[in-house]
């Protein structure tokens, strides 16, 4: 059920290199957003992907100082979540949204099993925050 955007090497790469992985992080969240722009919502996805990963291996790195790398994860799952919306990609939609609560919620299985709609409102609580 993972949501795979990077590949196996640069997941690697990223997790050998976690300082350097941040300017990636961001420059997929921007060429995302300009694929957003243009109404190019399935290379937008493929975009946001990559920076949703980066952000979980991150999350994962980095366990004593999460809140911005948690914000960061729930509020590009809610953004793949509208985009798959507008490029009708309703399969890949609830695969991300459940992969978001489980990496930002792993101790909490009712959350895990829970809908979308739930999943959906503990993002954006995550994403407020």
């Given at each position: ?94 695969r991300v949204i459940k992969?978001a609560i489980f990496d ?13 709609n739930t999943a959906l ?9």
């Open positions: 059920m993972q949501v795979t955007y990077l590949s196996r090497q640069k997941a690697q790469w990223i997790q050998r290199h976690p300082v350097s992985a941040l300017n990636f992080l961001m420059n997929s969240e921007l060429v995302g957003e300009l694929h957003a722009t243009n109404g190019e919502y399935k290379d937008a996805i493929v975009q946001y992907g990559c920076a949703f990963e980066i952000a979980s291996i991150l999350l994962k790195i980095y366990k004593s100082n999460t809140g911005p790398l948690r914000k960061k994860i729930a509020s590009l799952a809610l953004t793949i979540y509208r985009l798959c919306i507008l490029s009708q990609t309703k399969h890949q939609r609830n992969q930002l919620f792993p101790n909490q299985p009712l959350l895990n099993q829970s809908s979308i409102e503990a993002l954006a609580s995550e994403a407020k925050e």
